[in-house]
């Protein structure tokens, strides 16, 4: 599975939307993007994945540049309960396993 | 649905000490992975059962071992404890069979080794 880089840490005011970016330049064409949040003394939560084409469900959507070497998750009206680290993941359907590999992830802190 | 649930909550043991921690899968999961998290890291895969039997391994040492039993739920034992196995030990369950699908993940047992 392909690498990821996301920043440490980020900010966002509550009621404003919040954009997580992630770069993974060394995506294979079968591999998707998926994204988790774990929230602080609980297990990862999955949010959203993609493979090329922009996706949104109830709780975000995720952003992938035509030549996806990067992806961005937008919450598009960031809450206090949004406070939590997230995890950008790239991961090939060949992965037999299905495991996750994680990296350090986000720490995103939403302000009042 | 009560999702995939984890026990006990909270452990403390000393080195050289063994421990088991138990793990339930979400309602209509067959495959059960254990996932190591260290202060302030993220989750490390340590491996994963289905059928029974371990799929598929992470780079842990042969102190970690498993078990799945017949209704799924899974334990993760470590033996002659070191003080660097403290962490969060998260369990995910998935169903094998299902695309793409996301890992479902418990709230982790705290095991603290002093």
């Known amino acids: 599975d392909a690498k990821t880089t996301q920043p440490p840490s980020m900010d966002c005011a509550e009621g404003r939307a919040a954009n997580l970016p992630c770069n993974h330049s060394t995506i294979s064409g079968n591999e998707y993007v998926y994204w988790y949040r774990q929230i602080h003394s609980q297990g990862p939560q999955y949010i959203i994945h993609?493979?090329?084409n922009n996706e949104t469900n109830e709780m975000a959507s995720l952003i992938i540049t035509e030549d996806r070497k990067s992806s961005t998750l937008i919450l598009p009206h960031a809450t206090l309960r949004d406070t939590a680290v997230y995890y950008c993941?790239?991961?090939?359907?060949?992965?037999?396993?299905?495991?996750?590999?994680f990296g350090g992830g986000t720490r995103l802190m939403v302000k009042p | 649905d009560a999702g995939v649930t984890q026990s006990p909550t909270h452990l403390i043991k000393t080195r050289g000490q063994q421990v088991t921690l138990r793990c339930s899968p979400k309602s209509g999961h067959d495959t059960v992975s254990w996932y190591q998290q260290a202060l302030g890291q993220g989750p490390q895969f340590i491996f994963q059962?289905?059928?029974?039997?371990?799929?598929q391994r992470g780079n842990f040492p042969d102190r970690f071992s498993g078990h799945q039993f017949p209704n799924y739920s899974s334990e993760l034992n470590v033996n002659a404890l070191l003080l660097g196995d403290s962490a969060l030990y998260l369990c995910a369950s998935s169903s094998l069979g299902v695309s793409y699908n996301e890992q479902f993940f418990g709230p982790g047992t705290r095991l603290t080794v002093l």
């Open positions: 059962y289905y059928e029974e039997e371990e799929r």
């Open positions: 993941i790239v991961r090939s359907p060949n992965n037999a396993g299905n495991m996750l590999t």
């Open positions: 993609g493979l090329k």
